[in-house]
């Protein structure tokens, strides 16, 4: 198991990625503390994947440092360390620029880059104690490439490389790696509720979406799946030396390609 013994935090992960990547983690041996802004679902979660030997749920809104340093409290308090960190809680809000709502602006870049902060800053403080550690930022195509409608989102998976790399360089002497994942569009209630939207903006209809928008520059016309995003969080976590450490990987099918 690659990750045996190995303590995991990973946020937004009552359902979606989240959980899968939390499933993911426990099969390989470790614990995780599965943090969300719905507890009920976070417990729900917990229990599927084994229950509190080795999952537990927490509510966090990673916007507040409050509720992010009690969640960590908890890890700590439960498990005793935190040797990964999954940064993965995020929100889409579409809209053309010109008409975004500063207030949704605001609130999609504190959920993105404030949740990413006061994260990596509470699992640092453990991790340089502890002598080392695994940072994940869920980023996406987007951090690299840009679409319409979307400019806090882009703006935002687009910081989050930028803050991993200072990880990176400031968690080295202290064996600590950060790391991005940066997936195409995957089949989550987050991507399904952007289908009608994008089709209301742009005046077409939801399938021209899919084939046109979403998968028209993939290889084989395919989502990546829930399962794709997890497996590359698990290399990144298992990843033993600092060789691998500020990079971001990109899993889209051929969608975007370095």
């Not at 507890?39 to 990673?62: H, K, S, T, Y």
């Not at 800053?121 to 409608?149: D, F, N, T, W």
């Amino acid at each position: 198991m690659r990750l045996k013994d190995k303590v995991a935090v990973v946020t937004g992960a009552a359902s979606g990625i989240g959980k899968e990547i939390a499933r993911t983690f426990v099969r390989e041996g470790a614990k995780v503390v599965i943090a969300d802004l719905n507890q009920q679902g976070a417990d729900a979660a917990a229990q599927e994947l084994g229950g509190p030997e080795r999952a537990i749920g927490v509510a966090m809104d990673v916007t507040s440092e409050e509720q992010v340093e009690a969640g960590f409290a908890t890890a700590i308090g439960t498990f005793g360390r935190i040797d990964i960190l999954v940064s993965n809680a995020g929100v889409q809000i579409v809209s053309p620029l010109e008409d975004f709502p500063f207030a949704k602006w605001k609130q999609l870049l504190a959920i993105h880059l404030d949740g990413a902060f006061l994260t990596t800053r509470a699992a640092l403080r453990h991790m340089y104690a502890q002598g080392g550690g695994s940072i994940i930022y869920m980023g996406s195509v987007h951090s690299k490439e840009a679409s319409v409608l979307k400019a806090p989102y882009v703006t935002a998976k687009h910081g989050l490389i930028g803050l991993a790399k200072v990880v990176a360089k400031e968690g080295a002497k202290h064996g600590v790696r950060a790391n991005v994942i940066c997936p195409g569009f995957v089949r989550t209630p987050l991507v399904d509720k952007q289908i009608p939207e994008q089709a209301k903006e742009l005046g077409i209809s939801e399938e021209d979406v899919v084939k046109t928008i979403m998968l028209k520059d993939t290889v084989d016309g395919e989502f990546t799946t829930i399962g794709d995003v997890a497996e590359t969080a698990l290399f990144f976590a298992s990843f033993e030396s600092n060789a691998l450490t500020g990079q971001s990987l990109v899993v889209s099918h051929g969608w975007f390609m370095q």
